[in-house]
Every structure is written in C-alpha cells, then in structure tokens.
C-alpha cells in the first residue's frame, strides 16, 4: 500500500497539484471550449439531469470524438493512478466537463457521486480536474474527510428541484476547499461528501471530470450497462488486439 493510497482510504481524497502536464492541460481546454461553443441545450431529452444552462453546465460522454482526450483519461497514466487510489485495475465509468459560468455560475450541493446512480453498486474513484486556477471565489469543490474503511456506504439525499440536484448533508461543517492551480487533480470515492461554491468571478470556472470503477456498474433490474466500463493503459491496448 502507498503512501498516497493510505491517505485516500484514511480521509476520502487526495488533492495533487500539477498532476497534469502543460499539453494534457491544453488538450482539456482545447476540447472543452469547442464544446462551450455548442448551443445550451436548455429543455428537451438532451439536457443534462442537473444542469443549469450557463450557470452550470455539463458536456458529457465526448470523448471518443477526441483522440487526444481518449488517449488521456484511458493511458498508462490514468491506469497508473486510479489502481493506486482504487487498489485494483480500473475501468472508465464516467465522463463529463463542469463549468461554471462568469458572475452567477451556480453553487453544487452537498452530495456523494454515487448517490446519482439510482441503485446498489461498488464504490468508484471521481477523478476531478482543474483546468482554471480554481478559488473559493470561483467555485471550488469542498470536501469532507470520510474514513472509508469506516464508513463505506452511501448516505440519505433529497432531490432539490429548485437547484436540480441532490443534497447528502444537513450539518454545520463548511468542509475543505480543495483550492488549487490549474493542471491539479483532486481524487475523491463515490462515497465522500462535497460540494462546490458559487463562481462570483467574471470569468468561467472549468473543471473536468472522469469516474473510474473496479467493476462494470450495471442496472440490477435489466443488466444493462450504466455509461461506460472500458479498460485503461495496458489492458485497453489488449482488450483492443
């Protein structure tokens, strides 16, 4: 077990500063302002379950039309750090782009990412990016420290209309702002509570994310696969030959 690893299971998240290199950095701002550049789709069976048109919006499930950012979030580096974190190979769960728009981009719940399932599964890895130096002024995530040894399960939530979204946590703790530069990485578990505040600044706040789970998470009732359970690094090349 690694230092790193340790640290996960003992707190529910790592934060890693300029974990990113300048061209995977690019490459995620690259493909994330062609897709700003794209209509909001403000009603209809396109829109996003908890978007918010520009106040917040999500660019979800792009990435194989992008070979850069496939090459990126299935490499030997992502495979390399989620078997770290996640103490198994990993597969891609999820993925999407977050952003949060200049002066009113909308503040995030209190919610664990796993609560958005809608069904019984193991836990998986959420694998935050910054692409912006990221603030408490412009809407960074805020966590709370969770034991996962501990405490490994999913807690109550209620959907909010109002904001669309779930809330997880009525208490009083404001938790820790993951504050920090572009390029960095917070790692957290599915069952780690967060939120994020506002964007009060006059600029986006762009952050994009990857899920990553040991196991294909499907629908108990049909089988079917939720999103995605593609292989990284090695095992990708080899699952493709």
């Known amino acids: 077990m690694t230092e790193r690893h340790a640290q996960f299971r003992r707190q529910g998240y790592v934060t890693l500063p300029g974990a990113l290199d300048a061209d995977e950095l690019a490459t995620l701002r690259r493909v994330c302002d062609t897709l700003l550049d794209e209509p909001v789709d403000d009603g209809g069976s396109g829109r996003h379950k908890i978007g918010l048109g520009e106040d917040r919006r999500f660019m979800a499930h792009r990435h194989e039309e992008f070979p850069e950012l496939e090459s990126l979030i299935l490499g030997e580096r992502m495979a390399a750090l989620t078997s770290e974190l996640l103490g198994q190979d990993a597969l891609l769960f999820n993925e999407q782009f977050v952003v949060k728009g200049a002066d009113s981009g909308a503040s995030f719940a209190w919610h664990q990412d796993g609560a958005y399932v809608g069904y019984d599964h193991a836990p998986y890895l959420t694998v935050w990016m910054a692409l912006d130096d990221t603030t408490e002024e412009n809407g960074c995530v805020y966590v709370l420290p969770r034991n996962l040894d501990a405490r490994p399960d999913l807690d109550p939530h209620t ?44 600029r986006r706040r762009r952050a994009y994310i990857c899920q990553y789970s040991v196991e294909p998470i499907r629908d108990p009732k049909t089988g079917g696969l939720k999103r995605f359970a593609k292989p990284l690094g090695r095992a990708r090349v080899e699952t493709a030959a």
């Open 159 to 202: 959907w909010l209309d109002d904001t669309r979204e779930l809330n997880g946590y009525e208490g009083s703790e404001s938790g820790i702002p993951a504050v920090c530069p572009a390029g960095s990485i917070v790692a957290f578990s599915s069952v780690t509570l967060h939120r994020s505040g506002a964007n009060t600044t006059d």
